[in-house]
C-alpha cells in the first residue's frame, strides 16, 4: 500500500493552520467535484482531495496521521501501519460520501463504512443506485416500447468487488425525453443484510437520425429541392417518422424556408408536435449543353438581384 | 417485466438517500427543485429529473460547505449549461444538413 502525503494532496504546508487547509481544501473541491466538473478523472482527484481534508480537518485525526507521516511516510514507498496500531481517532460517516483509500482504512478504518448514494437502515446498508445510459431511437418514443438491457452491479462479496451480469426487460413510456431518467425500484446493487437493494436509474438519450433533428417535441426535416422546384411550385413526397406524407411546395419558395405539418412530430405532455419541413434549394452537380442554355436565357431575362441589398448600402 | 417509474415520493427519496424530509424542504424553499404534486412535504412527488438535482444540491453543499443559496445558483447555471449544451448538439446537426463537405 503507498503512502498518501495528505498535505502535498491539498497543496499546503505540513505546518498549515487550520484555516489555510479549509481554504485549500474548498477550493480543490470547487474544481474538482463531479457534479461541477464532468472531466474524466476529475471525481478521483475529488475523492482524493476530501480524503485528505477528512483526516486534516480534524485535530486529533491529523495528529495521529502526522505521526504515522513520521513513521513512513515517504510517498511512492510502500506503507503498512505499525504493529497494533489502532486509532482512536476514528471517522465518521457525518461528512465525506465518497469511498476511502485502503490507504485512509488501514489507518481509521474499522467499524466503518461508506458508500456513495448508500444509508443505513435496520441492519445492513441500502445497496448502492446504479445509472445507466439508455439509446433510445426517435422512432421507439413514439408509443410505449419494452426493450431488453444489459448490465453489471457491482456486489462485494468478503471484501472484494465482483461485477455481476443482469438482463432485464423494461418497459419505456411514450414520449421520454432527452436526458430522463428511469427509475427501476429495487434493480440496482443488492443491500447487506436484511436492507434493500438499490435502484437502477436509465438515463435517456436520443440517438441522432440520419433524417430528423429534435426541437422541443417538434421535429425537423430538410427537404432537397431543385431550383425549378422552388420556382415554380412542386409536389414531394417527405418521411416522416411513421410513413409518408405528401407536401406541395408553393411558387417561388426559398431555401431556409419551413412548411409545417401537424401532429407529425414528438409525442409530448399535452398531445405530438409538429414536423418542419425545411427546404433546401439544391443545385445539380453540372449542367451542360442544353441546360447551361436554359440557364443563360433565364440569366439574362430575370431581372433578379440577389445582392440588391448590398449595392443600396454600398 | 419490471415496472419503471418516471416519480418519486420524499419519503422514498429520504429513505434511499439516508437524510432527513428537513433537507428536501430546504431545497425546495431555495427554488432548486420543485414537487410535481403533494400539498404539504410529506405527500411530496417528484419526477426523476428533479429528484437529480435535489441529489446533487444536497451533495454540494456537503462537499463545497457553501450555504443555500450558493448552491441554488450553482444548481441555475448547471441547469443552463446543460440546456446550452443541448442546444449547441442539436444546432451543430442542424447546420451540417446545410453546410457542404469540403
Redesign the interface.
Known sequence: MEFKDYYQILGVDPAAEAKDI?AAY?KL??KY?P??NPEAGAEDK?KEV?EAYEVLKDTNRRAEYDELRKYGGRPGGGFEPPPGWQSSAGADAG???GDFSDFFNSIFGGGFESGA?????GFGI?GQ?IEIEMPIFLEETLAET?KPINYQIPVYENGQVRQLKKS??????AGVA????????G?GAPGEGDAPA??L??HIRLV?HPLF???GHNL?V?VPIAPWEAALGARVTVPTLDGRINLTIAPNSQS?QKLRVKGKGLVGKTGRGDLYAVL?VVMPKESGGEARELWQQLADKAAFDPRAEWSRQA | ????????SIREFC?????PQGLVVAVVEHGIARPLSGAEAPEWVFD??S??WIR?AI??R????VDWVAVAM?IDL?RQR?QLQ?ENR?LR??LQ??ALEE
Open positions: 479549509k474548498r473541491a470547487r467535484h457534479d461541477v475529488f476530501a461528512h465525506f460520501s448514494g448508500r444509508s443505513r437502515r441500502r443506485d419494452s432485464l426487460k423494461v418497459k419505456i413510456p432527452e436526458g430522463e431518467r428511469i427509475r427501476l425500484k434493480q438499490g435502484d436509474y436509465l441522432p433533428d429534435v426541437e425537423l430538410t431556409g433546401k | 417485466m419490471t415496472t419503471s417509474t418516471l416519480q418519486i429513505e434511499c438517500e439516508g437524510i426523476t429529473a429528484a437529480g446533487k451533495r454540494l456537503r462537499d463545497l460547505e450553482v448547471l446543460e443541448l442539436r446537426q442542424r444538413r446545410f
